[in-house]
């Protein structure tokens, strides 16, 4: 497939040596899951889920769960009731991964169970909206952290965070189109850098209450304000902190054993990142009351100055450190979105192609990577963060769903994981209910605005991928052509092992 397209550009062109060189470099490519696979052993999963998930969010949400449901008690539940709501999730996610072993996460998962429109729109909403937004605040979250210093007693500049979080997209985008050992290798680095503050808070709290620093946890149920929506509103926040915790299903492909080592790096990887959250935030409420927790700027600063002193410029580095190792395992996971939407023909041609010299989705990253900036540029983008958790858990709730459902129109499908139906569907209906809650019990136009988003992406799929108009066609074929010779990429043949 890919030979025959070189070939005929060769000869359309007249470029007979560029296309000899990319002729014979092209099968390369069929080698990609063989020589990545090589790369991704089940510690390099558990690095990858670990490293996603403990980002920014665990030093950013405790201030916003506390706000939600007012007391220690309820704060620290919801924190590890989210911690076993994405341990959930991840089984049947583990389940839909061994069973359907292509990378792009809940994407084939949809195309397999409901079609192709339900998958192009995750792909649709995914793409543009959820994965680069997160992408961009996860970036300028790292910017802020490591801008702080030089800014002491003031905010810095509005340029040089976004600046920062540019170069840091341009950085991560470039190590990940560049080698998938090396991503991998980074996230492992990044990840043993943000344990280490993990580890130097949790040692802090625990031996705090050794000695006898219990007090905020006495009547920890006291002036809770607990209703549907306090706890949706606080599970939206816990939840955004442990998001990640479906992206090694992402790069199922290029997991080494993937009936064995996916399900066993989610049994590991999430509990682990549960237990450290919990423990987390316990330390916290050693050193701060509810009250003063909810007035500092920053928990985790806060924390550091009181308990650590002079040695206090450890959190922000280290939590800088923190934050860029969640961008890099979201860029690495993200970009075999976009590859995989491409080779289903569901996005530009192009962003399925593999790059012939480096085995990695080159031109998918890079694309996810210039949308994530665009995001940097508008001054506030918080507006979207408001709804992310609602779009997300619209297309996780159907993902799940889709494991009920193919266990009645697919029973031929191998399924080395098979975890009991009980968890899809306790997953599914939690899911109902972050998605409806906030718009009964507490409406806004912004939820609205997204689903309209959603809805507008039946719009692009009949015009260009369901009725294939040419003209689209056309423009595209010689765009595709020259970034296929500049990028030296070339589709992927199929591998018959």
Not at 1 to 7: E, I, T
Not at 198 to 223: H, R, Y
Request: glycine share 6%.
């Amino acid at each position: 497939m890919g030979g025959g397209s070189l070939r005929k550009r060769k000869g359309e062109d007249n470029r007979k040596e560029d296309g000899q060189s990319l002729q014979s470099q092209e099968h390369q490519t069929t080698n990609l899951q063989k020589q990545a696979k090589l790369y991704l052993f089940p510690l390099h999963g558990i690095c990858m889920i670990v490293g996603t998930i403990i980002g920014s969010g665990i030093f950013v949400s405790p201030k916003t769960v506390l706000e939600s449901v007012g007391a220690v008690g309820p704060c620290l539940t919801i924190w590890a009731a989210c911690g076993v709501l994405a341990t959930l999730g991840a089984l049947c996610f583990a389940e839909l991964g061994t069973m359907i072993t292509k990378s792009g996460g809940e994407y084939p998962y949809l195309m397999e169970a409901f079609g192709p429109i339900p998958a192009f729109l995750f792909s649709w909403t995914s793409l543009l909206v959820i994965k680069p937004t997160s992408f961009a605040i996860i970036c300028l979250s790292f910017a802020e952290y490591a801008s702080a210093p030089f800014y002491p007693g003031c905010d810095p500049p509005q340029a040089v965070p976004k600046c920062l979080a540019a170069a840091a997209i341009v950085v991560i985008t470039i190590v990940n189109s560049l080698s998938v050992k090396l991503g991998s290798y980074l996230q492992n680095f990044l990840t043993a850098a943000k344990m280490i503050i993990v580890t130097i808070i949790i040692v802090s709290g625990i031996v705090l209450l050794a000695q006898g620093k219990t007090e905020n946890f006495e009547n920890s149920f006291k002036d809770s304000t607990i209703s549907v929506s306090s706890i949706t509103l606080a599970f939206y926040n816990g939840l955004w902190a442990y998001d990640g915790w479906n992206q090694l299903n992402y790069i199922t492909e290029e997991l080494k054993n993937p009936y064995r080592n996916l399900p066993l790096s989610i049994i590991i990887g999430i509990p682990l990142v549960t237990v450290c959250y919990v423990l987390i935030n316990i330390s916290y409420f050693t050193v701060m009351t509810s009250t003063e927790l909810l007035q500092s700027p920053a928990v985790a600063v806060t924390f550091g100055n009181r308990v650590l002193h002079s040695a206090s410029w450890i959190v922000p580095l280290f939590v800088a450190f923190s934050t860029i190792g969640s961008a890099n395992g979201t860029c690495f996971t993200a970009g075999r979105l976009v590859y995989v939407a491409g080779r289903e023909g569901h996005m530009l041609k192009v962003l399925s192609y593999i790059s012939v010299k480096r085995l990695t989705p080159a031109p998918a990253i890079m694309f996810y990577g210039a949308i994530a900036i665009i995001y940097i540029i508008p001054g506030d983008i918080n507006s979207l963060i408001n709804y992310f958790s609602f779009a997300v858990w619209i297309f996780y709730g159907l993902t799940v769903f889709s494991v009920i459902v193919m266990r009645f129109t697919r029973k031929e499908l191998k399924r080395p994981i098979k975890v009991p139906i009980i968890i899809p569907v306790i997953v599914t209906l939690i899911s109902i209910v972050l998605v409806l809650a906030p718009i009964i019990t507490a409406p806004e136009m912004a939820y609205l605005y997204c689903v309209l988003f959603i809805l507008s992406g039946l719009i692009v799929y009949v015009l260009f991928v369901h009725c294939k108009f040419k003209w689209p066609q056309k423009i595209s074929k010689p765009i595709t052509m020259h970034l296929q010779m500049l990028l030296e990429v070339a589709p992927e043949e199929e591998v018959n092992e």
